[in-house]
């Protein structure tokens, strides 16, 4: 570790890895250069966006047998939103990337070329492509800016420093090419992990974050919408677009403040089965719904996707059609094409049901992308007994999800919605029916009196009763 005094501030300013070039100080936020035996003040770099990530600098875990721990951060921005890039030092003297984006982790390493890489503008997502290390299926291509840094990193960077990165899979197997530098990409290869399975240390709690914050990791605030003035649920530094549920306007949540992206026309009212802000249990978890988008295909048919959060899962989503429920989460393992009419994941062999367009027809809530109405991609769909693969292809991304059946009856009994319709119609019920029962059990009461103690002369009585027992409705009616 070498330690240099700020040119900024004076203040200390450690290098922990021989691999670091530059580190940001933790007090003036100077970007120090370290050029051969001295430093160099390169200017002030934005501070980064709290994001609510649980990874802090210095955090801890385990990738195989190898240990890491985070000494640096980039954050960058594209058309979708921001995500960060931390810098790891590995014990045996290595170093490495952990992308952090949504809740979703991969850890990369520096791998050689071994072959041509493809031409950046060429890179089409959903295509298979001769990476420099292998066949692959191309995933997501951004351009993307440096929006902020702390502590080391390997290379010179800057606020407005602009990235050009392709993301590729293969199975489990996930590989980044880099082309920042020119036409010659840096290859990163790599695996999608959990904190759980990188048994990360040193994270931060959820009262490290409301110290440096003011609010909680996964807690939903609310904001108001500035075209309209309706209160919108959101996950501050996760969600990265809101739609209004009032006006439809489109808001920037992936900014310090606000902004709105575009107006959009009053939204029809539209009744959902799951209320935007509804909280569910499922399997022994909170969950919220934060959006909701109404998608059609090319023959009309339509159907509603709830976008799920749970503190600790993550996202998922709920997918409503007219007769069925799925339950449907992001896959980090992609399947391998086992035909033309058929791909395999874990030795099992889905079968295509069909290939259409899907556009979303009104999107209202919060997303952790720039979710708009008329936004299309081309859609996949395989089938094995009762779970579903699909892949969703855009301009800019290829994604594979796992989707299951889910019976209508557990969905209300997640969100408690029978509980709560039942209640409401027996209370409306009790309201309804308490004074006429009483009225009833009164006028029994007093026509038994009769009966009991003179039959015979109980008949002028009774057509007494009769009458009252016609009366009660007209009484009520009147109250």
């Known amino acids: 570790m070498q330690t240099v005094s700020c040119p900024g501030c004076g203040a200390p300013v450690e290098f922990k890895s021989h691999a670091s070039v530059m580190a940001v100080c933790a007090f003036c936020r100077t970007a120090v250069v370290k050029d051969a035996d001295a430093v160099r003040d390169l200017g002030k770099m934005a501070a980064v966006l709290e994001d609510y990530t649980p990874i802090q600098l210095g955090t801890s875990g385990m990738v195989g047998d190898r240990q890491f721990t985070v000494v640096g951060r980039i954050q960058l921005r ?97 590989l980044t090419l880099d082309y920042s530098d020119g036409e010659l990409p840096v290859l990163y290869a790599g695996t999608a992990l959990t904190l759980d399975q990188m048994k990360c240390q040193l994270l931060r709690d959820d009262e490290a974050i409301k110290a440096s914050a003011g609010k909680y990791r996964a807690r939903v605030d609310s904001l108001t919408c500035p075209q309209c003035g309706t209160a919108i649920a959101y996950l501050p530094g996760i969600t990265a677009s809101l ?65 799920l959060h749970n503190g600790r899962a993550g996202f998922s989503w709920l997918i409503e059609t007219e007769d069925e429920w799925w339950r449907a ?43 708009a109405v008329g936004d299309k991609v081309t859609v996949s769909e395989y089938q094995h007994g009762p779970t579903r693969l699909s892949s969703e292809l855009s301009v800019e991304e290829f994604t594979w999800s796992r989707s299951s059946r889910v019976a209508a009856d557990q969905v209300r009994l997640w969100f408690k919605l029978g509980a709560a319709k039942d ?57």
Request: glycine share 10%.
């Open 78 to 174: 594209w058309s979708a939103g921001i995500w960060n890039e931390w810098f790891l030092v590995f014990d045996d003297g290595g170093n490495g990337w952990l992308g952090d984006s949504a809740g979703r982790f991969v850890v990369t390493v520096e791998r050689a070329l071994s072959g041509t890489a493809p031409v950046f503008e060429a890179i089409q997502p959903g295509r298979e492509i001769e990476t420099g290390a292998g066949v692959y299926i191309a995933s997501e291509k951004r351009t993307a800016r440096c929006i902020g840094g702390q502590g080391e990193l390997p290379f010179r960077v800057g606020a407005g420093w602009e990235a050009r990165v392709a993301d590729f899979h293969r199975d489990g197997e996930f």
């Open 243 to 307: 739609v209004c549920q009032s006006c439809q306007a489109r808001l920037d949540a992936a900014t310090p403040v606000v902004q709105v992206l575009a107006k959009g026309e009053e939204a029809a009212r539209h009744r959902f089965t799951l209320p935007l802000g509804s909280i569910g249990t499922i399997n022994g978890s909170e969950t919220r719904v934060l959006g909701a988008l109404v998608r059609s295909d090319d023959e009309g048919s339509s159907w509603t996707e709830y976008l």
């Open 329 to 371: 989460e992001v896959m980090d393992t992609w399947p391998a094409a086992a035909g033309a009419a058929a791909v395999r994941q874990d030795r099992v062999a889905y079968t295509k049901l069909y290939d259409y367009p899907s556009t979303i027809d009104l999107a209202l809530g919060a997303f952790y992308w720039q979710a």
């Open 423 to 479: 209640q409401a119609a027996a209370g409306a019920k009790a309201q309804r029916t308490t004074p006429t029962g009483r009225f009833m059990l009164w006028m029994i009461l007093i026509n038994a009196l009769p009966l009991i103690l003179h039959f015979r002369g109980a008949a002028p009585w009774v057509l007494v009763g009769l009458l009252a027992l016609a009366l009660p409705p007209s009484f009520i009616k009147n109250e």
